[in-house]
């Protein structure tokens, strides 16, 4: 599975991106699909992940109430709907995949994207 993210892009502090993760030449049905970020000099962390059947989802303590994740199966896609942006959310976002994956804490990855650079300006 060749993953892309794309989506990310330079706004302000408070303001909103949409990153979404597509399988190129492929499909991510069946595939549960994570994000992580890495910041500059910093290790790279998990964001939040969704089940391969869209039923559950869990978030990193700094994503959870601000961003969504969801999953559009018709589309191929798996989306991140970030809102109230933060400076310290600046990282290159990746996505990542595995087949029947879960949306819980501790779930491990197969597959990575390149990542999306997110820069939040305050």
């Known amino acids: 599975v060749q993953l892309q993210a794309s989506g990310g892009g330079l706004v302000q502090a408070g303001g909103s991106l949409r990153l979404s993760c597509a399988a190129s030449?492929?499909?991510?049905?069946?595939?549960?699909v994570g994000w992580f970020r890495q910041a500059p000099g910093k290790e790279r962390e998990f964001v939040a992940n969704?089940?391969?059947?869209?039923?559950?989802?869990s978030y990193a303590d700094s994503a959870e109430g601000r961003w969504t994740i969801s999953r559009d199966n018709a589309k191929h896609t798996v989306f991140l709907q970030m809102s109230s942006l933060k400076s310290e959310d600046t990282a290159v976002y990746f996505c990542?995949?595995?087949?029947w994956g879960r949306g819980a804490p501790g779930q491990s990855y197969v597959y990575w994207g390149q990542g999306t650079q997110v820069t939040v300006s305050s």
């Open positions: 990542a995949a595995i087949k």
């Open positions: 030449g492929g499909t991510l049905t069946n595939y549960g």
């Open positions: 969704i089940a391969w059947s869209g039923t559950s989802t």
